[in-house]
């Protein structure tokens, strides 16, 4: 099993222009979630979902978007990309409720 | 708004001192968990609670679950240089098992 992979690894944008960060799994899991982790700081959720075609917003949604269309993917939208989004992104999963995350390897993204 | 307030934010130790890290919340947990992140790589677990009063042993980590579910510690004895890392706790509410919110965290550096 892979695990949790995310694409890409670093981006650099414009301010304004737009990107999908890529994240599948292949284990199968329930529920998947996306977080941002500033510099020294901890996670902030961004959205998550419990299941192929039910998502729900986190802590931090603004300016963000999420499907799940199937089971193993769960992109992440930015649509005007600002500064303010510059971040370390990271996708987790994990089987159900209680139980551990399992993350991918995090998208670097800078806006400038 | 962060829910998981962890204290210190940063912590430097000589190799060998023992030291406490704390995460609080308003809020009573279902669960709580304890993760150690190290640069440039997602978190990855290091032990669940659950029970309130329920003390773990992880070699030379012991952590603590609040009687009332609403705090944790996380106590290292003669602390190594591998330690290093950030400490980062994470909860499930009860009123919200899908969500699964991180703490602020706590930067450790053992200098050796």
């Known amino acids: 099993n892979a695990g949790v992979t995310q694409t890409p690894k670093f981006r650099i944008l414009k301010i304004g222009q737009s990107m999908t960060l890529q994240c599948t799994q292949d284990?199968?899991?329930?529920?998947m979630y996306w977080y941002r982790q500033d510099p020294g700081m901890g996670l902030k959720l961004i959205y998550y979902?419990?299941?192929?075609?039910?998502?729900d917003k986190g802590e931090v949604p603004n300016g963000y978007n999420v499907s799940r269309s199937t089971t193993e993917d769960f992109p992440l939208r930015l649509e005007l990309a600002a500064p303010s989004q510059t971040s370390v992104y990271f996708c987790?999963?994990?089987?159900?409720?209680?139980?551990?995350?399992?993350f991918g390897s995090g998208t670097q993204l800078s806006v400038l | 708004t962060q829910l998981l307030e962890q204290s210190p934010q940063f912590l430097s130790i000589q190799e060998g001192e023992n030291l406490t890290v704390y995460c609080n919340s308003s809020?009573?947990?279902?669960?709580l968990q304890w993760y150690r992140q190290e640069p440039g790589e997602g978190p990855v677990l290091l032990v669940t609670?659950?029970?309130?009063?329920e003390v773990k042993k992880l070699k030379r980590l012991t952590f603590q679950f609040g009687d009332a579910r609403k705090d944790s510690s996380l106590h290292i004895t003669a602390a190594q240089p591998g330690d290093t890392g950030l400490y980062l706790c994470?909860?499930?509410?009860?009123?919200?098992?899908?969500?699964?919110?991180f703490g602020t965290g706590t930067s450790l550096t053992v200098i050796p």
């Open positions: 987790a999963s994990r089987p159900g409720a209680g139980e551990k995350l399992f």
């Open positions: 284990m199968n899991h329930n529920y």
């Open positions: 979902s419990v299941g192929a075609g039910i998502t």
């Open positions: 809020s009573v947990f279902s669960s």
């Open positions: 609670v659950v029970t309130g009063g």
């Open positions: 994470a909860e499930s509410r009860q009123n919200t098992g899908n969500q699964f919110y």
